[in-house]
């Protein structure tokens, strides 16, 4: 391959790479607003708690959502609640080991709204029942 043939290859590349690029967002949901400490948060937030808390409700105990609850207060009033969970709610040490992680899940909850739980427990197939 000549140096000519190698200039005009790097355009395309880097075009194709930034092509994958907007992909990756568009799959993951993400947007041009949305901060890469709200993606991890919500990323952390489907991978740890979304089974129990969708949305920010509570299938176990609806009256006890993450949207809005007290333990948002700081984030320090938040990482001793997870440290020290109570009823069926896991341990996950890993979570709160890692500031920057911790952080993120506590910013992305700081999000959710006790009104999106409303709009989306009327939806066909939610159920706030284990």
Not at 1 to 13: A, F, N, T, Y
Not at 36 to 54: L, M, N, T, W
Not at 63 to 71: E, P
Request: hydrophobic share 35%; aromatic share 8%; charged share 20%.
């Amino acid at each position: 391959m000549s140096i000519k043939s190698g200039l005009q290859v790097r355009p395309i590349v880097l075009t194709l790479v930034s092509l994958a690029i907007v992909l990756a967002f568009q799959i993951c949901g993400a947007n041009a607003k949305d901060s890469p400490a709200k993606i991890k948060g919500e990323s952390v937030f489907k991978q740890y708690c979304a089974s129990c808390h969708q949305f920010g409700g509570n299938v176990t105990i609806p009256s006890k959502t993450v949207a809005g609850s007290s333990k948002l207060s700081t984030l320090g009033v938040f990482k001793d609640y997870l440290n020290n969970p109570v009823g069926h709610m896991p341990y996950f040490k890993n979570v709160i080991e890692d500031q920057k992680t911790l952080q993120a899940l506590y910013s992305y909850c700081k999000t959710l709204s006790k009104k999106d739980i409303k709009q989306v427990s009327h939806e066909p197939g939610y159920s706030n029942k284990i």
